[in-house]
């Protein structure tokens, strides 16, 4: 590559690690090319204005805003009125925990930011006309239809005061909660609707596709719906229903039921060099191996409570671990083989909260129940096992899982992976999903 | 003058110098960031701290000089905020950068000025593909499939444009000196 060459390829993010070192070097030495980097520099800064109002137009002549939309930007008017709009959240601290995506004909009226573009912290939100759609920093999305009153709690739970919303959950966001007045619904993975009737003082719960469970405020009863079932809540009592009608309908399907169980509490990883402080986070499962700096490697071990679970009944069973990015000493993945292979087994001894590499479960003492590919390219994302060792295991009394990467990095300082732990604030922990016969 | 209507002109005023040199700032600090989505989060930075920091500036005309040294502090705050990434320039580099776009303000405020008719003189197809290339919901490689293109060929149809755009506003900024 020439010195032009490698600036384009820097600018379009393209360089190799390998070629970094050069560029670097280069633009160090050269005053030319440093110019030629600025140059280039106008240029980008105004060709993304220039996609930013292409994106911003096409939105606006499909009139609509596409549900899997994820990333927006900011129109350009947008940002200045959020110039003083920055000021007032970022006083106040709090980390935004959803972003308003888009908005039709929306009028607010809000303590929070309410043009397009706006990160949101925890706090309510009327909106009084209109749609408006959020966009949760968990990857769900929230279409608000107005007049509609709504309560962000944290990326993974709203409260609808009011009104009605439709809710998109994507696979790494499942566990999801919509509170309201009368109870909640938890989601696994699906698009649903919700509808706070205040005038009947009542709350309703329809799926479009995938499941939800319903419960009352105290989480005692349940009832699960899937694609196109619905339920309600009034007077203190939960009835399924056809949808938003009221016809009663008390002989849900039960068939193909699909239960998941959430790892809450006992998820922990160990450090061959037992400095937990320094190089764990309670929050997430981490995982490395390197046969060259053997000093940093960690495994990761998981307890699920089954004590509800009629084993009896699953047919099927698979562990779902989400891959998440907030680690900050995560290291390169170019130090990465292009395939990590990772290893679940079960085990049946219990550990403490705060223990050793050598005092914590190792993998030569549990039996072997699967393994799972992650591809150095992969930054996020649901991974994990299924099949009938995982089930045996869990039907001879087995709720303990320790995870390993069985390969190793190939220099030192590769990455390390993370998977969301008991605890963490915006993804879903460890989960064994059941399907039901 | 109130307290009230005085804070309104130091926003008024704010915001008029700011968004004059809203794109020369964003062009050096994209030109520091490997990664183009880091270009708002920081540019968000140099907004709130400018702003804050507003009050303190006595000489409003020296605005751009000034805004330009926050830049280049918050860049430099965010690139050790990074440093275990991959491909993050050293410190050494950007204060290089720094300087030398401290000391080039007018020729990138005429670059600025002319680049929209440059813009305006591409044929059709390649306005097309730029203003596609560049929105942030499609990824490059996306695209590239999308347009029949091997990544390679897709790229270099970039490259190519944004030469051409150099070479354009460059000549005219050299047709008038000032």
Known sequence: MNQEELIHAYIDGRLSDVDFPRFEKLLKESAEARKMLLDFGVIESKLNSFGQQEQVNTQLNEGHTSVTKKLLVFAYAATLVLLLGFAYWLHQTPSPIARIQSSEGASWESSLPTSVGSDLVSGTMKLQTGLATLFMESGAEIVLEGPAEVELISSMKIKLLGGSCVVDVPQNAIGFVVETPHGYAIDYGTNFSVLVDRNRDSSSFEVMSGEIAVHLPNGNSEVRLNDLEGAEIRSGELLASDGFGTKPNSTLSAKGQVKRVLSHENATSVIRNNQRDLYLSEELLLVKHSESLPSFDRRAMMEFDLKEMNLSRVKQVSLSLNLVTDYPRTGFRAYLPQENIFAVYGIRESWESGLSWENAPQPDEGELLGQFTILRSEQSGSFGIEGPKLLDFLRSGGNKLLLVRLTSELHPSGLVHAFAGATHPNSVPPALEFTMK | ?178
Not at chain 2, 28 to 56: H, I, P
Request: with cysteine; aromatic share 8%.
């Open chain 2, 1 to 178: 003058m109130t307290d009230h209507s005085k804070t309104e002109h130091l926003n008024e005023d704010f915001l008029r110098l700011f968004l004059s040199n809203e794109s020369q700032l964003r062009g050096f600090v994209r030109s520091c960031l490997y990664n183009a989505g880091e270009t708002d989060e920081v540019m968000q930075e140099v907004s709130l701290v400018a702003w804050r920091k507003f009050d303190s500036l006595d000489d409003k005309t020296r605005f751009g000089a000034w805004a330009f040294l926050i830049a280049r502090y918050e860049v430099l705050k965010f690139r050790r905020k990074k440093a275990r990434d991959r491909l993050v320039l050293s410190e050494e580099v950007i204060e290089k950068l720094g300087d030398d776009a401290g000391n080039q303000v007018s020729r990138r405020e005429r670059q600025f000025s002319v680049l929209d008719e440059c813009l305006d003189q591409l044929p059709e197809s390649r306005s097309k593909l730029i203003r596609l290339a560049y929105r942030s919901d499609f990824t490059k490689k996306k695209l590239a499939a999308k347009l029949g293109l091997s990544e390679g060929a897709f790229y270099q149809k970039l490259v190519r444009i944004r030469t051409k755009l150099r070479d354009c506003m460059n000549h005219r900024i050299s047709l008038d000196p000032q």
